[in-house]
C-alpha cells in the first residue's frame, strides 16, 4: 500500500535580484530546487533519499509533509492530495506526518523547557488540557531513553548533550501519533558514537509506533543500514531508485556509481575504482540542458546534453534516468 505518493512535483524559489538587475532584466529567474519529482513510500517501510548537498533532498522533504508548498504537482498522503491544503484542514492533516530537522540545537527554541518543546505539538493542535499534555510529554520522554523524565521535563536544550536533544526531537514528532516522518540527516550533528544508539531509537520507535520514514541523508553507509530502498537526487531530479541490495551492490546510473564508490571499505586493497564524480553541482537557476549530469559524467556521449532522459523501468522493481539504459 502506497502511503505517499509524489507525482510530478515542481518547487521553484524566486531569485531576489538587486535594484539594478531589476531595471535591466524583467525576466523574473528561479531556484529549481525540485523540478518534476515522481516516487513513492509504502507504509511501513523506510525509503531513504540521498545525494549531494544542494540537490534538493531538504526542500524535498519539507514538500512531502507540506511544510512549504509545491510549485506544481501533486503529493498524496493516503489517496489526498494535500498540495492545495490549507488552514484548518491542513492543521488536522498534520497530526499525521511529522518532520524532524537535521540540527536539534536550533530546531529547540531556547527558551522553551525540555518537556514544553515535546509538549507544543499538542497545545498547538488543541489536544488535552494541560495536565494531560504534561503527562504525555513525560511519557514521550521515557519513550525516546530520556530517563527519568523528571529529570529532563524542567531542563533548557542548553543543558543537553548533542545526543539528547536529537532525542528530544524524536519525541516531539512521534507525540501526535503520526503515520509518516521525514527525518532529514537525523544523525550527522551528533558523534560517531551516538549515531548507532539514534538509529537504533528510530528503529525501535518504527516498529512500536508502526511508522513510515522518509530518510534523509547524505551518508550512504548509514542509508544501508536503515533503509528498505533508495532514491538517489541530483539538482532536482530523481535519477535512480532501487533496493537497497540492488543499489548498494550493482548501482546502474553513473552518478550512483560515483556515490557509491566514495563510501569507505575497511580494506583499502579492496576500494572500489568507479569514478567519484568531479567538479561542483551546478546551479539550480540555470541547470545543464539535457540529462543534467552530462557535465559530469565519465560517460557522457553525444545524445547527453541533447535529450533529458526520462525515469524508466530496468527490471527487478527500479527505475533510472539514463541514456546508458
Same mark, same amino acid.
Given at each position: ?34 523540478? +518534476? ?6 507504509k511501513g517501510e523506510v525509503l ?26 501533486q503529493i498524496l498522503f493516503d ?51 494541560? +495536565?494531560?499534555?504534561?503527562? $504525555? ?16 521535563? +524542567? $531542563? ?97 546510473h553513473p552518478y550512483s556509481q ?27 537557476? +540555470? ?15 553525444? $545524445? ?22
Open positions: 500500500m502506497k502511503l505517499v505518493e509524489v507525482k510530478n512535483v515542481k518547487k521553484y524559489f524566486p531569485v531576489q535580484k538587486g535594484f539594478i538587475d531589476q531595471i535591466l532584466s524583467r525576466k523574473q529567474t528561479y531556484v529549481r530546487a525540485v523540478d +518534476d519529482v515522481s516516487f513513492y513510500v509504502k531513504g533519499l540521498a545525494g549531494e548537498s544542494g540537490s534538493g533532498k531538504t526542500t524535498m522533504g519539507r514538500l512531502c509533509v507540506r511544510l512549504i508548498a509545491p510549485t506544481e504537482g489517496g489526498k492530495d494535500i498540495a492545495p491544503l490549507k488552514g484548518e484542514e491542513l492543521r488536522l492533516m498534520k497530526r499525521r506526518f511529522q518532520f524532524t530537522f537535521q540540527d536539534p540545537t536550533s530546531s529547540l527554541n531556547p527558551r522553551l523547557s525540555i518537556g514544553e518543546a515535546v509538549g507544543d505539538a499538542l497545545k498547538l493542535q488543541g489536544i488535552g488540557d494541560k +495536565d494531560e499534555q504534561a503527562f $504525555r510529554s513525560r511519557e514521550v520522554l521515557e519513550r525516546v531513553g530520556l530517563s527519568p523524565a523528571e529529570s529532563f521535563y +524542567d $531542563r533548557l536544550p542548553h543543558q543537553l548533550s548533542g545526543g539528547q536533544k536529537q532525542r528530544v526531537v524524536f519525541g516531539r514528532a512521534i507525540i501526535l501519533n503520526p503515520e509518516f516522518v521525514v527525518t532529514d540527516e537525523p544523525v550527522a550533528m551528533v558523534d560517531v558514537s551516538i549515531k548507532a544508539q539514534i538509529l537504533e531509537l528510530m528503529m525501535d520507535l518504527k516498529k512500536e509506533l508502526d511508522l513510515t520514514y522518509l530518510f534523509i541523508s547524505h551518508d550512504l553507509a548509514t542509508s544501508r543500514y536503515v533503509c528498505d530502498h533508495i532514491a538517489i537526487m541530483y539538482l532536482g531530479r530523481i535519477i535512480e531508485i532501487a533496493d537497497r541490495d540492488q543499489i548498494y551492490e550493482d548501482p546502474l560515483g556515490l557509491m564508490s566514495a563510501i569507505p571499505i575497511p580494506d583499502p586493497k579492496a576500494q572500489k575504482a568507479a569514478a567519484i564524480p568531479q567538479g561542483e553541482i551546478p546551479s539550480p537557476i +540555470d541547470p545543464p540542458s539535457g540529462c543534467r549530469f552530462h557535465p559530469r559524467c565519465p560517460k557522457a556521449f553525444d $545524445r547527453c546534453p541533447k535529450e533529458d532522459p526520462e525515469l524508466k523501468n530496468a527490471g527487478n522493481g527500479r527505475v533510472v534516468a539514463c541514456h546508458l539504459y
